[in-house]
């Protein structure tokens, strides 16, 4: 796997390529826009980790030279302003997602593992929670192997509690993406799902916690 | 001038005196009026007696006397007491009847058949006449000169009673005007309260133009000037808070490399005691990543901030619970039960949902950090009357009685709580309170336990 890291604090940008090469990846580094634009028309990577605020040309602009000539790399972008309006210009030019600095390091490791996944399944068709893995496209799930038995309605609920792992999902949440697939659900009906998926899920020590008045929270894996 | 301090007694000095003086003088034009008309009507009649008394000159043999009828005697001596007095002098300037010493003629007077005069007689000033009667028309026998007198105080005290009688309608007139200008100085000061109530409707944050429309012509040259300084305000304002803005911007890249070194020498120096020191220095660097952001915050909660303006309808209870749900992982990892309970149905603000957010988040995340694991942290969105009221409730150690005051103030921490925080969260909440007209104020949680932060919300229609 192949990065390109592009970040003018040299500082910053040698403890992120030592990061990065510590978890097994080929790192190259671009202090500037001018060399970002020419290594990622020379050479190939699976993702980009872009810094906005550059000199001169700006990862704003890296990035739409490099939609404009059809690159479909996956791009972290990184930036020291966190208002509203910047994050809606990075992702609308293209970005695939969007950290403020500073961010913790094992949580940009996630979201670079994250991205290159994306970037070569192209979708992804399987959601993987510690042992449970979602085939989304085979609409079947399993622990280590093992399906596990679950009707439509529990699995629906379980796909939507593991794209949103570590997060609330609201009852709300819930209720649309079951009607999104055909079914009229209330409240008191997602209790029973998320009350029957909840004891599925327990041998395997997969916790689906009631967060009060709010939803639930697909508790994080120990090893994600 | 401490009397001159209001614009109404301002006014009322500036009208009511000239006025008072134009009275005076009305009253002293009056009275030279009123005597002008009493001298004219009472020499007619003091001429009349003459006239009277000349046509009753009688002839005998050797001498002139004058043949008084009674009711002419009676007049001139037993009317008013020493009113009136007469004098005939016949032609060769012999006496004839009356009062001997009344003065004569002034020596300038002109040889005329009636002469009215001034003199003092007795201690007290007259008006005479002196009329010629000749003894006998066209006889050659020369003339009578009649003087008849009467005190000159019956005149003035006629005159002075006219001027009384004029001067009371027109003293009245002068109060009702002083009323006037007390009354209408307020009437025509009401003009003024459409600005003052706009200014009062304002918040603290909002320092765009006062409406120069609704005032009047002679106001408009202070709206313009006090919208003249607001507008210097706010750009020095504003370029104070791109300052602050631009340097925590500006931290944030060595923040972000600091912290990535810290973690990888903690990965690389493995179970050693350096690695406490690495994770201490980590500690630090999040407590720097803390202020910057709430730095950042607070310079866009102040006045000046672009972001004062951008007030929109806003659920409160929508944006309260999506917040709260962001912070469940940090407070699962906390090990506190974080929660939320509304009032089901929405609850409108008028309000700039970024801020708003952030006043939320730096609540719960102010009540994570003073709560211990295991305990609760409850956020509310209810209305208390027509107040649309936010409440997060945690049930740890609390704030005293005598530091709740003091827990909004900047930079401000409880004596002997946890090195996480740095004074700032509850400064922003109250910032961000006060530049939507909402109030902040700390009360003991449920079951006297904890600390409840309560935002209330102006009053809306619900």
């Given at each position: 796997m192949r990065l390109l890291i592009v970040e003018d604090h040299p500082i910053l940008a040698n403890g992120l390529i030592t990061a990065l090469k510590g978890a097994d990846y080929a790192v190259d580094h671009a202090a500037t826009g001018e060399q970002a634009d020419h290594m990622l028309a020379t050479q190939h990577y699976d993702a980009v980790i872009l810094d906005i605020g550059l000199p001169k040309l700006d990862g704003y602009e890296v990035l739409r030279r490099m939609r404009r000539k059809g690159s479909k790399t996956p791009v972290l972008m990184l930036t020291a302003r966190d208002a509203l309006e910047d994050r809606v210009k990075g992702l609308d030019l293209g970005a695939d997602d969007y950290l403020t600095k500073p961010y913790d390091l094992p949580e940009l490791e996630a979201r670079v593992r994250a991205l290159i996944r994306r970037g070569q399944s192209g979708g992804g068709a399987d959601l993987i929670h510690g042992d449970l893995t979602l085939d989304t496209a085979g609409r079947r799930a399993t622990i280590k192997d093992t399906p596990l038995d679950l009707s439509a309605r529990e699995l629906g609920v379980l796909e939507v509690l593991m794209l949103r792992a570590g997060r609330v999902v609201s009852k709300e949440q819930l209720a649309e993406q079951l009607y999104g697939w055909g079914e009229e659900v209330g409240a008191n009906a997602i209790e029973v799902y998320v009350h029957r998926l909840r004891k599925k899920l327990e041998p395997a020590g997969i916790n689906v916690r009631t967060i009060r008045g709010l939803g639930y929270l697909l508790e994080k894996a120990a090893h994600e | 001038?401490?009397?001159?301090?209001?614009?109404?007694?301002?006014?009322?000095?500036?009208?009511?005196?000239?006025?008072?003086?134009?009275?005076?003088?009305?009253?002293?034009?009056?009275?030279?009026?009123?005597?002008?008309?009493?001298?004219?009507?009472?020499?007619?009649?003091?001429?009349?007696?003459?006239?009277?008394?000349?046509?009753?000159?009688?002839?005998?043999?050797?001498?002139?006397?004058?043949?008084?009828?009674?009711?002419?005697?009676?007049?001139?001596?037993?009317?008013?007491?020493?009113?009136?007095?007469?004098?005939?002098?016949?032609?060769?300037?012999?006496?004839?009847?009356?009062?001997?010493?009344?003065?004569?003629l002034p020596p300038d007077a002109l040889d005329d058949r009636v002469t009215y005069y001034d003199a003092v007689y007795r201690g007290g000033s007259i008006r005479a006449v002196a009329l010629r009667v000749p003894v006998r028309p066209g006889s050659g026998k020369g003339a009578i000169l009649i003087h008849v007198a009467e005190r000159g105080t019956l005149r003035t005290d006629f005159a002075r009673q006219i001027m009384l009688r004029m001067m009371i309608p027109q003293a009245i007139l002068v109060l009702l005007a002083t009323l006037a200008v007390w009354f209408g100085v307020g009437i025509g000061l009401r003009a003024l309260t459409s600005i003052r109530t706009e200014i009062e409707n304002r918040s603290h944050v909002d320092l765009s133009p006062i409406a120069e429309a609704g005032a009047p012509v002679e106001v408009r040259p202070l709206v313009r000037a006090m919208n003249d300084l607001l507008s210097r305000l706010s750009a020095a304002l504003a370029a104070q808070q791109r300052f602050i803005a631009d340097a925590a911007h500006q931290l944030r890249t060595p923040i972000a490399a600091l912290k990535t070194q810290t973690e990888l020498a903690a990965r690389q120096v493995g179970d050693s005691e350096a690695k406490a020191t690495m994770q201490q220095l980590h500690t630090a660097a999040d407590h720097a990543t803390r202020l910057v952001n709430q730095l950042l915050t607070m310079a866009r909660a102040e006045p000046g901030s672009h972001r004062s303006v951008m007030r929109q309808p806003v659920d409160l209870a929508a944006l309260a619970r999506e917040v709260t749900g962001e912070w469940v992982p940090r407070a699962l990892t906390l090990d506190i039960d974080l929660g939320f309970a509304d009032a089901s149905a929405p609850v409108e603000i008028n309000a700039d949902p970024f801020l708003i957010r952030e006043m939320l988040s730096n609540l719960v995340d102010n009540a994570l950090n003073y709560t211990p694991p295991g305990g609760h942290v409850t956020v509310r969105v209810h209305r208390a009357g027509?107040?649309?009221?936010?409440?997060?409730?945690?049930?740890?150690?609390?704030?005293?009685?005598?530091?709740?005051?003091?827990?909004?103030?900047?930079?401000?921490?409880?004596?002997?709580?946890?090195?996480?925080?740095?004074?700032?969260?509850?400064?922003?909440?109250?910032?961000?309170?006060?530049?939507?007209?909402?109030?902040?104020s700390v009360q003991t949680g449920a079951g006297g336990r904890g600390t409840r932060i309560i935002v209330k919300f102006p009053a809306s229609p619900r």
């Open positions: - | 001038m401490s009397r001159l301090r209001t614009l109404r007694s301002r006014l009322l000095l500036w009208v009511s005196g000239p006025m008072l003086g134009l009275w005076l003088i009305s009253t002293m034009v009056d009275h030279e009026v009123a005597k002008g008309f009493v001298n004219l009507t009472y020499d007619r009649a003091l001429l009349d007696t003459a006239l009277d008394l000349g046509r009753n000159v009688r002839e005998s043999s050797d001498r002139l006397y004058l043949d008084l009828p009674q009711p002419v005697i009676e007049m001139l001596i037993s009317g008013e007491q020493g009113r009136f007095f007469y004098r005939a002098i016949g032609p060769g300037g012999e006496y004839i009847s009356g009062d001997p010493d009344l003065p004569d027509d107040h649309p009221t936010l409440e997060v409730e945690d049930n740890g150690r609390g704030i005293p009685e005598e530091e709740r005051g003091k827990v909004f103030e900047r930079f401000y921490r409880i004596p002997g709580s946890s090195p996480e925080g740095c004074g700032l969260g509850l400064a922003i909440v109250r910032e961000i309170a006060q530049g939507h007209r909402a109030t902040a």
